[in-house]
């Protein structure tokens, strides 16, 4: 079904307010957010701007890319702001070919980069710290909306970019032209742009997209199309993944990736996480608490490691059974069967969102009450008791688990419509074992 | 769209003036001090001296003066406490539990344990000092000064330490440096092969 089919959406799509009338909410509330986490209270709990990013915006966030692709990266205010400095001073320099390269790399880096930070350096309970965060992250915007052309930031070096891709391909939007309208169009305003709307801000020829990871839904191909050739349309969740023509390697690893980082962030509010951290350190040989940041860089280390030697381990029993054990056969295993822990990684991350958003949002309007010197009485930070959101993450859990086991089982049936059994089964216990963490860590918060 | 534009000029500078005002008013209240009551009870009287605002993550004196029958005891009264004193303890006002997101003050609050700590340099003398602290509904502390059978409780206003200056200053140059470097880049031919 296309959604431009629907005479309001259409209207509103090409309406040159979209997305900005979006962004200058956003926009709004990033300069709230910076100026309260820079000049308000550094108790979390007393500021408003902390209680919003942390306990509303970022848990909510990676739900949003399941239900409308990368629309936040078409409403983020990076995406204005650039828009903005680049009407002013900017230079549009060519990307260099380094980034092109290495980009999903480089994003999967800041990405790891910026967890051990804010875990290390306690981020998320400090206002200051994440002011300066923000600041950092904005002077990084600034620097490439400055020197190279459209949103080379967004597209290769922002740190969300990397799991946004990865949920956006199992989310349930997607934007496509019709190739037969697209094959001999005159103009290519879809890349280049017309009077009506600038180019694609994320370098793409939409004739050429064959996945969901990089369009931001901004809407400027639609505005652009001289034959109204392009579609925006619900399709099942996580139905790209197993359609997708050519899986990368760095998409595959970056899913175990963020599948270790979402473990290690819950196992870390656990009463287990004290002799794990004190039982590192004595195999470091080291006080864990003077050298903290080193033992958790090793958790964390260890953590993302454990999904992809899984995997690895999965892949080359996989390729033993269908009875092809070389190099080649079993890294093509691993970046295509890498798909398959995206919807129980997507799902990890969205529970463990929702346990966050459920048990502390509430503190949102008695951290704006703080705000005024106001202290109302029994104030409370969760909407719901425990076992409730216990119930809800669980059932998010094994949603996860069953979409993830699907797609496994379509990828196997892609990959050897002979031997799909053999190959699939490693593969499924892999997946199984990893849904059976999550929910034991879920079920230890309880 | 101009009139948009105005509009969020004028917004965004009184946003940064309200930050400006603010981080000024929170660096100028720093080295006043207040004098804080006789205790009424006990053998000695004790009167504190404390910032009006104690900052979080930044140090803090707190000065304790001991008196016994109207004359200093032990020849020792006033008592400096310049550790930082929510090193250990960021958030003063944190009312749930380690690693959760607190919400300040509440009822529960007395549920909470104090935080005690002997004040640094003090010797022997008429009795341990020590003072404690614990939020109240009105987002202040109290604190609670000893010494032997007398106690001595001040609230204070609990504030937060202003954002690193060589932070802030460090970003706008960097933002200034990289803006006209590109404003000047701009103007020059364009390198070959760039494309808008």
Redesign the interface.
């Given at each position: 079904m296309n959604l431009l089919d629907i005479p309001w959406i259409r209207t509103a799509v090409r309406s040159r307010f979209y997305p900005s009338i979006f962004q200058w909410v956003t926009t709004a509330a990033f300069l709230v957010i910076v100026g309260l986490a820079l000049f308000g209270p550094n108790n979390a709990g007393q500021n408003f701007g902390m209680a919003l990013a942390w306990s509303v915006w970022w848990p909510l966030l990676p739900l949003s890319f399941l239900l409308v692709g990368r629309f936040w990266c078409a409403i983020c205010p990076f995406s204005w702001l650039t828009d903005c400095v680049q009407k002013a001073v900017g230079v549009h320099l060519p990307v260099p070919p380094f980034l092109r390269r290495n980009g999903p790399w480089i994003i999967a880096g800041l990405f790891i980069l910026v967890t051990y930070v804010d875990e290390t350096w306690r981020l998320s309970g400090n206002a200051r710290k994440t002011g300066y965060l923000l600041l950092a992250v904005l002077a990084a915007v600034i620097f490439f909306s400055a020197f190279f052309e459209r949103r080379t930031f967004c597209r290769y070096a922002c740190f969300i970019g990397g799991f946004a891709a990865n949920y956006s391909r199992a989310g349930m939007v997607q934007l496509r032209a019709d190739p037969l309208s697209c094959c001999d169009c005159p103009t290519q305003g879809c890349y280049y742009g017309t009077a009506h709307a600038p180019g694609c801000p994320v370098f793409q020829v939409v004739p050429d997209v064959e996945d969901s990871a990089t369009c931001h839904l901004c809407g400027n191909c639609v505005k652009n199309c001289p034959r109204d050739a392009i579609q925006i349309s619900l399709r099942a969740p996580t139905a790209e993944l197993w359609s997708l023509q050519r899986p990368r390697l760095p998409d595959a690893a970056l899913a175990g990736i963020v599948m270790g980082v979402v473990l290690i962030e819950q196992v870390a509010l656990l009463n287990l996480w004290t002799p794990l951290v004190e039982h590192t350190g004595g195999l470091l040989h080291v006080d864990p608490y003077v050298w903290n940041p080193l033992v958790y860089g090793v958790l964390l280390a260890a953590f993302m490691a454990a999904p992809l030697i899984g995997l690895a381990l999965a892949s080359l029993i996989s390729q033993a059974l269908a009875g092809t054990v070389r190099r080649k056969e079993v890294l093509q295993n691993f970046g295509t069967f890498g798909y398959a822990i995206i919807p129980l990684a997507l799902a990890g991350h969205v529970s463990y969102g929702f346990y966050y958003f459920l048990t502390r949002s509430r503190s949102v309007p008695f951290a704006f009450l703080a705000m005024l010197r106001w202290f109302p009485g029994r104030s409370q930070a969760s909407w719901l008791p425990n076992h409730s959101v216990f119930r809800i993450e669980s059932v998010v859990l094994v949603l996860g688990g069953a979409a993830a086991l699907y797609v496994c089982y379509r990828l196997a049936r892609k990959q050897e419509c002979r031997k799909s059994w053999p190959v699939y089964l490693p593969h499924a216990i892999f997946l199984l074992a990893l849904l059976a963490a999550n929910l034991y860590v879920v079920t230890a918060m309880l | 769209m101009k009139w948009?534009k105005a509009i969020?000029t004028v917004?965004?500078a009184g946003?940064?003036a309200?930050?400006a005002q603010?981080?000024a008013g929170q660096s100028k209240s720093g080295p006043e001090t207040r004098t804080a009551g006789n205790a009424g009870t006990g053998a000695y009287q004790l009167k504190a001296q404390l910032p009006p605002t104690i900052r979080?993550?930044e140090p803090a004196t707190l000065i304790l003066h001991v008196w016994r029958k109207g004359r200093p005891a032990d020849n020792l009264m006033a008592c400096l406490a310049p550790a930082p004193i929510f090193l250990s303890a960021?958030?003063?006002?944190?009312t749930?539990p380690a690693?959760?997101?607190?919400?300040?003050?509440?009822?529960d609050s007395a549920a909470q344990q104090a935080w005690t700590t002997a004040l640094a340099g003090v010797p022997g003398g008429p009795g341990t000092y020590l003072f404690t602290w614990e939020p109240d509904?009105?987002?202040r502390v109290n604190l609670t000064f000893t010494a032997g059978d007398s106690a001595l409780t001040v609230a204070a206003d609990?504030?937060?330490?202003?954002?690193?200056a060589a932070?802030?200053v460090l970003?706008v140059l960097?933002?200034v440096t990289?803006?006209s470097?590109?404003?000047y880049?701009?103007r020059r031919p364009?390198?070959e092969?760039?494309?808008?």
């Open positions: - | 948009l969020g917004l965004l946003f940064l309200g930050g603010h981080a979080k993550g960021e958030d003063a006002l944190d749930t690693g959760g997101m607190d919400l300040g003050a509440s009822p509904t009105a987002g609990v504030g937060s330490a202003p954002p690193n932070v802030l970003f960097f933002v990289v803006l470097c590109a404003a880049l701009r364009r390198p092969g760039a494309v808008s």
